[in-house]
């Protein structure tokens, strides 16, 4: 039986445009078992400093465990200073994943804001095997937010970019790119993941047009075993934990 936590060796810690990183790490147990949606908790130092172990959703689980991520305090600074060789104390995979879209599900929209593309590159592993049509809508503030998306691309993704200052892509906030989500409810699934004003700007869509979906939400945690309740939100079904009950969710429950 694999562990929940374990040590594990750095295998490359890169920079992939002005904002975001991407480490990878030997964790053939995590590759084997992890899905779609789920994230990794990392302690990302021994020492006090930062006490609590930091979320980060699996990006990619292929030969190795990828996380993508954005340095934005102590812990991602950390992070972003790890070598090959390094360890790396890892809990996981934890969370409830994606679920795979029905059988009459022809396309599958992804819409996600800033570092909230992580969770899709995984699932478009998944999803490509099906022959479905698969949209990524993305939104940056800047071009410092855009990076190569081959991955994406060559999961056969069609990728549209919208960044606030129209530096790359269309300007403009992600909303402007809902005009290519084609409007059926039986055939079209949506998948979003980003911060909260654009979540609620997708849930607000999907619901004036019937779309079913699925968000993927982002608290502060503690233990991300659902035993702290610390980073419970408020849906149309009663509280629930982010790191158990999700982060995924119907898109429907949401309460933004
Ligand atoms: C399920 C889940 C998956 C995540 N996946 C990724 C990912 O793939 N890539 C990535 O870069 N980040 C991801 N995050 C967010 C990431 O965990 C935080 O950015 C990180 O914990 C910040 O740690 P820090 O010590 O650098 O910053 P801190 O010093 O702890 O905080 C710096 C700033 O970031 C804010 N912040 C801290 N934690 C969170 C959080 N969980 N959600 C929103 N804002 C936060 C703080 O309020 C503060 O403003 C995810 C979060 C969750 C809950
Ligand atoms: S972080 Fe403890 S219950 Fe979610």
Do not use: W
Request: charged residues 25%; proline residues 5%; contains cysteine.
């Amino acid at each position: 039986m694999s562990k929940i936590q374990d040590i594990y060796k750095v295998v490359s810690n890169e920079k992939l445009c002005p904002k975001f990183y991407r480490l990878c790490f030997d964790a053939p147990s995590i590759v084997k078992t992890a899905q779609p949606g789920q994230f990794i908790h990392i302690r990302v130092d021994q020492g006090l400093e930062p006490f609590f172990r930091r979320p980060f959703c699996v990006y990619r689980a292929k030969k190795y465990v990828e996380i993508f991520y954005e340095v934005v305090g102590l812990g991602t600074k950390i992070l972003s200073e790890k070598k090959k060789g390094d360890d790396i104390d890892v809990v996981g995979p934890v969370g409830t994943p994606f679920s795979l879209p029905a059988k009459e599900v022809k396309t599958v929209v992804m819409i996600g804001g800033g570092i909230g593309v992580a969770p899709f590159l995984p699932f478009t592993d998944i999803l490509k095997k099906r022959k479905l049509e698969l949209i990524l809508l993305y939104g940056g503030r800047t071009k410092d937010y855009v990076f190569n998306m081959k991955e994406f691309k060559s999961n056969g993704c069609k990728v549209h970019i919208t960044t606030d200052d129209g530096s790359a892509g269309t300007k403009g906030r992600i909303d402007k790119l809902f005009s290519k989500i084609p409007i059926d409810s039986e055939k079209t699934f949506v998948y979003t993941c980003g911060p909260t004003p654009m979540m609620a700007a997708v849930q607000k869509f999907t619901q004036q047009h019937g779309l079913r979906g699925e968000g993927s939400c982002e608290e502060v945690m503690a233990c991300a075993l659902g035993a702290c309740l610390g980073c419970s939100i408020k849906t149309t079904k009663g509280f629930k934990t982010v790191c158990y009950d999700g982060p995924v969710f119907d898109l429907d429950e949401l309460i933004f």
